[in-house]
């Protein structure tokens, strides 16, 4: 298979991290085989500085990437700035002829003013989830996802997030194994709970700032697989239901419900792929009442089924 050809969009100012992502990962100095040629392209070949004092050599200008398979812009700095035109045109015309093309945290924002994500979904840095919403009405913006991924065109949330991006494009290409071993050179996980496009990362909260209600996280992790109710759990923390619920709420951000489902389904991953428990045992272990209660709160909040996961995410171990 002859390489990838990926052109990174440059601009001058830019953010030394997001650039060094896509360099780095699609560098056959991590990953041992040369699997991308990549170029840096900019509006001007010729040297572009950062706000911190590094330097980026664009050789090319923006006619690398029409001939491009991936496209990606890591950056851009103003975001009510509109792009040059020149590099909205040069976007359309990639996506047009098939190039995959991929914004990470604020470079979302230029494939917005390039239009090429009307109608579809999208992630952004959530400190700009108001700015985007109200400059791309059109555009569906998925406020917990690490990355989407909609017919090609990939965007995802801020910094950190460019890595499980990056990592998702190169299992897209070649498979899980070299996702897996650059991952594990880079020493970052393979993936993270919303790491594929449709599955959203909700984290748990698992330590607040309220000490009754971290008692009763506590005991609610100790006590996963039993039933319980607002009563039970009120009496523990000495708290009447409805201050219980507004406790919670205020140090968590869920709802005692919402939380012990999230929890139950974090704990049903991890069984899901490390083990050949069936699937009714694992609903069992981590405290749904049924499998099929189970499978529909599964499929409800990741977007597959438990079987769909475990065949997926298992040779990530």
């Given at each position: 298979m002859p390489p990838v050809n990926v052109a990174i969009v440059a601009v001058d100012g830019f953010s030394p991290f997001h650039y060094s992502v896509p360099c780095i990962l699609f560098d056959d100095t991590v990953s041992g085989e040369k699997r991308f040629n990549v170029t840096i392209c900019a509006e001007k070949p010729g040297l572009l500085t950062s706000r911190d004092g590094f330097a980026l050599n664009a050789t090319q200008d923006y006619s690398a990437i029409v001939q491009a398979d991936i496209v990606v812009v890591p950056y851009w700095q103003h975001v009510l700035e509109r792009p040059p035109q020149r590099l909205l045109e040069s976007l359309v015309q990639a996506?047009?002829?098939?190039?995959?093309?991929?914004?990470?945290?604020?470079?979302?924002?230029?494939?917005?003013?390039?239009g090429i994500l009307d109608g579809k979904r999208a992630a952004t840095?959530?400190?700009?989830?108001?700015?985007?919403?109200?400059?791309?009405?059109?555009?569906?913006?998925?406020?917990?996802?690490?990355?989407?991924?909609?017919?090609?065109?990939?965007?995802s949330a801020g910094t950190a997030a460019a890595l499980d991006c990056c990592l998702y494009i190169i299992r897209q290409r070649f498979g899980s194994v070299v996702a897996?071993?650059?991952?594990?050179?880079?020493?970052?996980?393979?993936?993270?709970?919303?790491?594929?496009?449709?599955?959203?990362?909700?984290?748990?909260?698992?330590?607040?700032?309220d000490a009754?209600?971290?008692?009763?996280?506590?005991?609610?992790?100790?006590?996963?697989?039993?039933?319980?109710?607002?009563?039970?759990?009120?009496?523990?923390?000495?708290?009447?239901?409805?201050?219980?619920?507004?406790?919670?709420?205020k140090a968590t951000?869920?709802?005692?419900?919402?939380?012990?489902?999230?929890?139950?389904?974090?704990?049903?991953?991890?069984?899901?792929?490390?083990g050949n428990l069936p699937i009714e045992s694992v609903a069992e272990q981590v405290g749904f009442v049924s499998a099929v209660t189970y499978r529909q709160q599964f499929k409800a909040r990741f977007g597959v089924s438990p079987a769909e996961w475990r065949k997926t995410f298992r040779t990530h171990l």
């Open positions: 996506r047009d002829k098939g190039a995959e093309i991929v914004g990470l945290c604020l470079g979302s924002f230029v494939l917005g003013y390039a840095h959530w400190e700009f989830e108001r700015q985007f919403a109200s400059q791309f009405p059109d555009v569906q913006l998925d406020i917990n996802a690490l990355y989407v991924d909609d017919d090609n065109i990939i965007t897996n071993q650059i991952a594990r050179r880079m020493i970052v996980p393979p993936h993270r709970e919303g790491g594929q496009a449709q599955f959203i990362a909700q984290p748990v909260p698992k330590d607040t700032r009754q209600i971290n008692c009763l996280i506590d005991y609610l992790q100790q006590h996963i697989t039993e039933p319980h109710n607002l009563d039970s759990l009120a009496e523990i923390v000495s708290m009447s239901r409805r201050t219980l619920t507004r406790h919670f709420m951000g869920m709802s005692v419900a919402d939380w012990l489902t999230a929890e139950r389904l974090r704990r049903s991953q991890v069984l899901l792929e490390a």
